[in-house]
Nanobody, 122 residues
Framework: QVQLVESGGGLVQAGGSLRLSCAAS????????MGWYRQAPGKERELVAR???????NYADSVKDRFTISRDNAKNTVYLQMNSLKPEDTAVYYC????????????????WGQGTQVTVSS
């Protein structure tokens, strides 16, 4: 079993910055991709950014050039640096770990964090 603990959410004014962290713990042999989704009230959950164990990254068009995702494989931790925040970035941000294996022969699974609220005031 893998647990994901998120931190770093909060309230910030438009144009400000926040840094989210998500640490995975438990029985971990490897994790393929880690990243962040977000869900605003009345909207579907959407991918914000992801990073693979090899360092490849993907971003939603709406956050490119403003958000940066990074990962510390030794600590099984993923970070999301969010700059130039806009009110439309307000959402609950969920960390996820995909392709997580407890041993080399384990089936890969996906795990989710509980979510952290990010609120951007205008």
């Amino acid at each position: 079993q893998v647990q994901l603990v998120e931190s770093g959410g909060g309230l910030v004014q438009a144009g400000g910055s926040l840094r989210l962290s998500c640490a995975a713990s438990g029985n971990i042999f490897s994790i393929n991709a880690m990243g962040w989704y977000r869900q605003a009230p009345g909207k579907e959950r959407e991918l914000v950014a992801r990073v693979t164990s090899g360092g490849s990254t993907n971003y939603a068009d709406s956050v490119k050039d403003r958000f940066t995702i990074s990962r510390d494989n030794a600590k099984n931790t993923v970070y999301l640096q969010m700059n130039s925040l806009k009110p439309e970035d307000t959402a609950v941000y969920y960390c996820y770990a995909a392709g997580a294996r407890a041993t080399i022969s384990s089936l890969p699974r996906t795990y989710w964090g509980q979510g952290t609220q990010v609120t951007v005031s205008s």
